[in-house]
Nanobody, 121 residues
Framework: QVQLVESGGGLVQAGGSLRLSCAAS????????MGWFRQASGKEREFVAV????????YYADSVKGRFTISRDNAKNTVYLQMNSLKPEDTAVYYC??????????????WGQGTQVTVSS
């Protein structure tokens, strides 16, 4: 079992930055690739970024590439999402996810409860 708790969301102006954190509990955290997804109001949840369990490989949605950075600290059981140059269209609830296979990041075993990010224009 892996429990995930996100934090770091909030209200920011366009062009600003936020860093999301996802704290995981459970001994098997380091065996999972970790991902971030988001869901805007009235839209389906979409993939944002994923990092492999060994901290070497990352992959991003085109919409955030070059602006967002995903990272993890296995010693702290934490995954991060650094979000820079934020745009109003980044407004969404952001979810942390534990993914069994980095290459199949849409297949999620565990979800966090989500944290709201709002970007004002």
């Amino acid at each position: 079992q892996v429990q995930l708790v996100e934090s770091g969301g909030g209200l920011v102006q366009a062009g600003g930055s936020l860093r999301l954190s996802c704290a995981a509990s459970g001994r098997t955290f380091s065996r999972y690739a970790m991902g971030w997804f988001r869901q805007a109001s009235g839209k389906e949840r979409e993939f944002v970024a994923v990092v492999s369990w060994s901290v070497g490989s990352t992959y991003y949605a085109d919409s955030v590439k070059g602006r967002f950075t995903i990272s993890r600290d296995n010693a702290k059981n934490t995954v991060y999402l650094q979000m820079n140059s934020l745009k109003p269209e980044d407004t969404a609830v952001y979810y942390c996810a534990a993914v069994p296979r980095y290459s199949n990041y849409e297949e999620v075993d565990y979800w966090g409860q989500g944290t709201q990010v709002t970007v004002s224009s």
